[in-house]
Each structure stands twice: as C-alpha cells, then as structure tokens.
C-alpha cells in the first residue's frame, strides 16, 4: 500500500526529470544552431593602419586613362574608381543617416565609366558594399548602364540567398527576378583586394561575373567557372581571372603594400560576332587622392576636376 501512495510522487519525479532534460536538450540544440550560424560568418579583424587610413573621413579617388572596346572597336575615354568606408543598415541595405550600434560598416566602391561610341555616350557606374567586419559576401552591388538607346539596371541584395532584379529595355531581358545560391562574385573582390587581398580566392572557383560585363553582353545571369590566381612582385601584384566557357579574361594590377592601390587593368572579351577578334579594355591611373568630395560641390571647386585630370 505505501508503494502505491508514493507512486503519484515518483510519476511527478519522473515528469519533472523529463522537463528538464527536454528542456536542457533544447538549449543544447540552441547553442549548437547558434554556434554553427556563427562559424558561417566568420569576422574579419583589421590593423591599425587599415583604420587610420579607411576610418579618416576622406574617399581615395582615382581616376584612369580609359580604353573602352565597345562594338568590335576601342573607344577612349576615363574612369573613377572611389573607395569610402560608410556605416550600412543591414536589413535596408543602404546608407545609414544616423550612427546606431546596428549598423555595419563596410567599404563601398563606386566605378564609373565614360566614353563614346561613334557620335553618342555611354556612362556606367557600378556600386559594391563590402562588409569590414566580417568575411561575408558583398552585402549590396548595383550597376546601371545609359546610352542614347536607353538605359539597363542591376541590383543584387544578399540576404538568405542572392536576390537580384534586373531592368532592361532589351527584348527578352526587360523585367527580371532572380534568386541564386551564394558564391563569389566578381565585383566584390575589387573590395577585397583593398581589404585584404590574402582572402582573394584562388584555383578553380564559381563566380558571378561583373554586374556590366553581363549586361553590355547580355548574358544570362548565373555563376561561372573560373581559373584565379595571385601573383605577387616586389611592387605590383596582379590578380587575373579567366572564364573558359566566356573567353573572358579580367586582370586587376595592384600594389603589394598596404593600402593596395589599384594601379591598372585590363580586361578581354570574345567579340560577339567573330570569336577570333579579341579586342583588350585597359585603364591606367592617372591621379589619386584623398578627399572628402561630398564638401566640394562648388562651382569653386571645379579645378579638382583638372587635378584628377578629369576633362
């Protein structure tokens, strides 16, 4: 009889060690999810004279002397290259107004082009946000391309996947949503090698070529393979990639000492309607500064356009 008058005792023993246990399990599955959510990300750590230099206030600017193959001919004409570090909201992906302790911080590029076909413009700028951070994935790249004929629009967000909408006057290509497993992308790792060109990926690797190689070409949206590789001299290193299936080839010249200017490039495409002519793109800098640009928008400040060699 006494066994029976503890048994409702040992249940609510047995009930309340199961609780527990269930309940310690399903933290142990927190932590471990946690854990594993935080080895996907892994964050990046920088020196002090990477600091003083991205953290001052100021853009580098460079510009180059830009040769352009466009329709099976080279055109001449400039490009820019800005670098600027800039607190981002995360979740808007754009620029932060505000300080807040949720915003990242990341390294953004914006190259414009621009030069001319025959009697009409062509003007492109390409925008890449690079976390500092972090050793994540570009967080936003937007590109847009405007010449007399029209214009065309990429912008790609990473979230859970690569989120990207395309926008074209081009038939077959004029409204666009896509969404694409995560993997290297071409326009992040001109971020990359001012960042830390250690992490530049090397050997085989799937890519997603640049946002205005896809577009000028029209060529559909999705990764390549592609052969990388890293070659370092005393004062300049280049980092070349090459496209088999695209007959692309990009190499990007930079100095092998922090901050890893980048000096020149070249890039060469199949042309699109003969595959032996193989027409090469350069852009040799011509000047570099550091500068808060966003206070010299004056009509006195025009004469920074000649120190940039900018006509």
Known sequence: MKFFRILPYIAFLILLIGCNFSEEKGDTKKNVLKKAKSKTIEPRSVSKDFKTYWFSGTAEITSYSLMQERYGEIREGTAVNIFVSEDFLPDAQVKANNYSDKNVSVLKLNQMKRFNTGIYPYAIMTSTFNPIS???????????????????????????????????????????????????????????????????????????????????????????????????????????????????????????????????????????QNDTLRLKTTATKLKRIKIDYWTKNGNEHLGLRDTLKLK
């Not at 070529?209 to 896809?214: A, C, D, K, N």
């Not at 060529?219 to 088999?244: C, V």
Request: charged fraction near 25%.
């Open 134 to 272: 972090e050793k994540e994935h570009a967080l936003k790249i937007t590109n847009s391309v405007q010449e007399w004929c029209g214009q065309v629009y990429m912008q790609l967000n990473n979230r859970d996947n690569f989120e990207i909408e395309s926008r074209s006057y081009f038939q077959g290509e004029a409204d666009q949503k896509i969404s694409l497993p995560k993997t290297y992308l071409e326009n992040e790792l001109w971020n990359l090698i001012r960042i830390n060109p250690e992490e530049l990926p090397t050997g085989d690797v799937m890519i997603i070529p640049s946002f205005e190689y896809l577009r000028l070409r029209h060529k559909e949206i999705k990764q390549h393979n592609a052969f990388a590789s890293l070659k370092q001299g005393d004062s300049l290193t280049s980092y070349t990639l090459n496209y088999p299936d695209l007959q692309r080839q990009l190499m990007v010249f930079f100095n092998s000492t922090f901050p890893y200017e980048i000096e020149k490039w070249e890039e060469i495409n199949a042309a699109d």
